[in-house]
């Protein structure tokens, strides 16, 4: 049988000799300025083997990313209850889409789409937005044994040009789902903002991959019911409105 190694170097050079299309984003006026060329594939394994090839050490921003993240420390804080705030249903909408909120009350459908993740940014302890945050930083050094850091232009970016957001964490205060609009908001654009790496996000995965125990440090990250969920709507929801192709494609269930 061909070693794990092998078929991800295999994979890695077949993507590489594909021509570039598409666009980078440009909702984030920042992200317009990405290199589009930039492209690594990082996997390790619950005994720590790191397989790392391409810009696997290069920075960028977590962006929806940070969704998981952010949810696994809810989780991980206030248990099911999270689920009375947000839902664990796909959409079947872009993840910017607002028209779910308008039919439900504002209660977002799920964690990963806008809306349900800035509802979920906004149960991150902390008196304001960089309490919130710094709050998260805390949680993905524990997971990647390194401090990520923020993306001041990214951030700044986005805060400025985040309209559609603020309008859904301004939703979500009218129907009682969140708080405060400013610490939702804020502590949602910078967790997008986030700078890691390739290989550190490789790092960061393992507690979940392990029923939210880490394998390198043995530590309990999270009780196995919070990780089988964050895993689950991954695969339900973490692709918006294409869960559906990715998992025909992979072939969901295996």
Known sequence: MQSLETSLHEAYESVRKLPVTG?????????????????????????????????????????????????????????????????????????????????????????????????????????????????????????????????????RSESDTGYRNRAMANFLKQYGWIEDVQQAAETYFMQCSTLVTARQLARMGLFLANRGVDPLTGRRILDEQSCRAIVTLMTTCGTYDYAGHVAIDIGLPC
């Open 23 to 155: 666009n980078v984003a440009t909702y984030i006026p920042e992200l317009a300025n990405v290199d589009p060329t930039s492209l690594a594939l990082v996997a390790t394994n619950l005994e720590g083997q790191t397989f790392a090839f391409g810009d696997c050490d290069v920075p960028f921003t977590m962006q929806s990313v940070s969704k998981a993240f952010s949810l696994a420390q809810v989780l991980g804080e206030r248990g099911a209850a999270v689920f009375d705030t947000v839902g664990f249903e796909p959409t079947g909408n872009p993840f910017f889409s607002m028209l779910p909120l308008e039919s439900e009350h504002g209660k977002p459908r799920n964690p990963f789409v806008n809306s349900g993740a800035i509802a979920v940014s906004g149960m991150l302890p902390g008196k304001d937005a960089h309490s919130s945050y710094e709050g998260f930083l805390d949680f993905l050094q524990l997971v990647c044994e390194e401090r990520p850091s923020l993306d001041e232009s990214t951030y």
